[in-house]
């Protein structure tokens, strides 16, 4: 008996009868029941977010500038993601999430707004938004609550920054203008220092000439003052030898006086006799010419007279010179007396002048020593002025050299730049979704997880009614493999219209629409094949234990295929489960397959999902063998399902 001649009388046993045939189609459309009809269930969970309830308490009061509570709420209001009840109280919201009338609450606080704008009074502190849930009412509903807040706490926080980043490059464009401003300034500072150390060298310079002035000064106020000195120590006998001159220059011009008088007695008696003389010579002439005397004789007779009275002439011009000069000598030392006297009266003021001139010399001479000291002081303080306005003129310098280098480097956009780049700063990260595959659908992102499943679950039903094998053929002793093939081909025919009936209604039904229909279609087939192998080896191999062993299969599979969240993420002891058990592999080359990814990794699931179907046919092979030989445990079965 051929393994298709066996696989078609178990076909025809299990439907002679309207009821075995009901029960087959029944088996036929368990995995349709299981896979269609969750992953309708699941198709597009997101989009009836808009049905979930969820209260929203706004109390922020907001500030002169902001009304961050308002805004957000409207937002929220408008987005229509959640079924928004605006709730006046915090107690109201959280008795609704209590009782369930909400999934969710957000509460604004009173100071949202003053919280978000704080960082400019320098009192930074973060503005709290408080999510209230409930695990009771849905343990995913406060997840997507969580994921909902989080975003916006991130929009909140981008128009802030946003803000915060305009209001920061404005400041940098206010410090541009102002560093310009402060630049130039500078820059004059800088040339009135340069100047100012040109100056100040000039005073240096200066300073030094006056040191020298000074120095000079000093020397020769002290020498003033030496001579100065002597004067007053010389000049002081004066006032008395001045009196004694004036008294004996009085006592000159008394006698001179007495002299000059007398002498001009004797002038005058001289000129009386020489006038006496006179008039003796003209009565003689005129008693001579009376007496007859030729007028030749009268002169040689007059002339003879003039020569007697000759010595008498010669001795009154004497005496009338000597009368005159001892008069001018009078009248001199008169004068003489006279300024002896007046030197003498002043003597003692000019004498008490020196004494002051001294003391000024001496005044003088200190004071011009101070000079000297200070100015070599003032010269140290105009080196060190020099050497600070060198230091200052190359600070200014750097100064100017830096503003003017850094006016540049401050950025000075205008409005549309800067609003782009605080748009930049308080949102920097945008992401690019580049999907390489993506499921259109929640929904068609848990299908191949949920195929799989359906598909196993299929499998492990069709058992219910199928005997896993042929105990005529075991009895004719038919070959092991033929024996394990007849039993297996049956289940294999209803598993491929399990995965016909269950692909075409949730392409056509459901709407999920793989990226490759036939292949994936050709992939399921596979797995049902596979499946169908292991459960019929289990039931073969182990009897009513198999079915039991099947379903442990399908717990493990469950929990290590990686059908919803990234196979990674299970714990590391259960890495063999999902390196050794088919679903995993399964799982993945739907996904590929379903999505549009890599079908090199398609053929390596395949060639997985072979080795376990040829190894399941193997082990079945060998129950069929073992099976040949009849035992009292065979014969009377301790348990039967």
Do not use: C
Not at 126 to 139: E, F, H, I, K, S
């Amino acid at each position: 008996m051929s393994a298709l001649r066996m696989a078609f009388n178990e076909l025809r046993r299990i439907t002679s009868g309207t009821l075995p045939k009901l029960a087959v189609v029944a088996l036929s459309l368990v995995p349709l029941l299981y896979a269609s009809l969750y992953l309708y269930a699941n198709k597009d969970p997101y989009a009836n977010l808009h049905n979930v309830p969820a209260a929203l308490v706004v109390k922020d009061k907001g500030t002169k500038d902001l009304n961050a509570g308002k805004n957000v709420g409207d937002e929220l209001l408008k987005g229509n993601k959640f079924n928004w009840h605006l709730v006046d109280t915090v107690d109201e919201a959280d008795e609704g999430v209590r009782k369930g009338k909400y999934i969710f609450a957000l509460t604004l606080p009173e100071d949202f707004s003053e919280a978000l704008t704080s960082a400019e009074q320098n009192k930074p502190r973060q503005g709290v938004l408080t999510l209230t849930t409930n695990d009771a009412n849905n343990y995913l509903g406060s997840t997507i609550a969580n994921q909902v807040v989080a975003e916006v706490r991130r929009a909140v926080t981008a128009k802030v920054s946003t803000e915060a980043a305009d209001k920061f490059l404005l400041g940098f464009s206010t410090i541009r203008e102002e560093t310009t401003k402060a630049a130039d300034g500078a820059t004059k500072l800088a040339d009135g220092a340069a100047q100012l150390r040109d100056g100040v060298n000039e005073l240096d310079k200066g300073q030094h000439q006056l040191l020298d002035g000074a120095t000079q000064a000093a020397s020769g106020a002290a020498q003033l003052r030496d001579g100065t000195h002597q004067l007053r120590s010389q000049t002081a006998p004066l006032p008395d030898s001045t009196r004694q001159l004036a008294n004996g220059a009085r006592q000159v011009a008394n006698g001179n006086e007495t002299a000059a008088r007398q002498a001009e007695e004797y002038a005058q008696k001289a000129q009386a006799l020489v006038g006496v003389l006179d008039q003796a010579n003209g009565d003689i002439a005129n008693r001579l010419r009376a007496l007859g005397f030729t007028e030749d004789q009268v002169q040689r007779v007059m002339s003879t007279i003039g020569q007697v009275r000759k010595p008498v002439d010669d001795a009154n011009g004497k005496v009338q010179g000597a009368s005159s000069d001892l008069r001018k000598l009078a009248n001199g030392a008169d004068q003489v007396a006279d300024g002896a006297e007046l030197l003498a009266s002043k003597m003692p003021a000019l004498v008490d002048g020196i004494g002051k001139l001294d003391d000024g010399a001496t005044k003088l001479a200190d004071g011009t020593a101070q000079l000297r000291d200070g100015e070599q002081k003032a010269v140290d303080g105009t080196t060190k002025l020099k050497d600070g306005a060198n230091q200052l003129a190359d600070g200014s310098a750097q100064l100017r050299d830096g503003l003017n280098g850094g006016v540049n480097k401050i950025p000075n956009a205008d409005d549309p730049t800067r609003a782009a780049i605080a748009q930049a700063i308080g949102d920097p990260v945008a992401v690019k979704g580049l999907s390489q595959t993506k499921a259109a659908t929640y929904g068609a992102g848990l299908a191949p997880f949920f195929l799989g499943l359906a598909t196993w679950i299929g499998a492990f039903v069709l058992f219910l009614l199928l005997r896993p094998l042929s105990r005529r053929a075991l009895a004719a002793g038919q070959s092991s493999l033929r024996v394990a093939l007849g039993g297996w081909l049956p289940g294999a025919l209803l598993g491929i219209v399990q995965v016909l009936v269950m692909f075409t209604v949730v392409r056509f039904v459901v709407d999920i629409v793989p990226s490759n229909p036939l292949g994936t279609f050709g992939f399921l087939v596979l797995m049902s094949l596979t499946f169908v192998a292991i459960l019929h080896a289990l039931n073969a191999a182990f009897g009513a234990v198999g079915k039991f062993l099947g379903l442990i299969l399908l717990i493990l599979q469950l929990v290590s295929a990686g059908g919803t969240f990234p196979w990674q993420t299970i714990p590391v002891p259960l890495y063999p489960l999902h390196y050794g058990l088919p679903m995993g592999y399964a799982v993945d080359g739907l996904r590929h397959l379903m999505y549009g990814g890599d079908l090199g990794s398609v053929g390596h699931d395949a060639l997985i999902l072979l080795a376990w179907l040829v190894g399941a046919l193997a082990l079945s092979s060998v129950a069929a063998y073992k099976q040949r030989v009849w035992t009292p445990s065979k014969l009377k079965p301790e348990l039967v399902l």
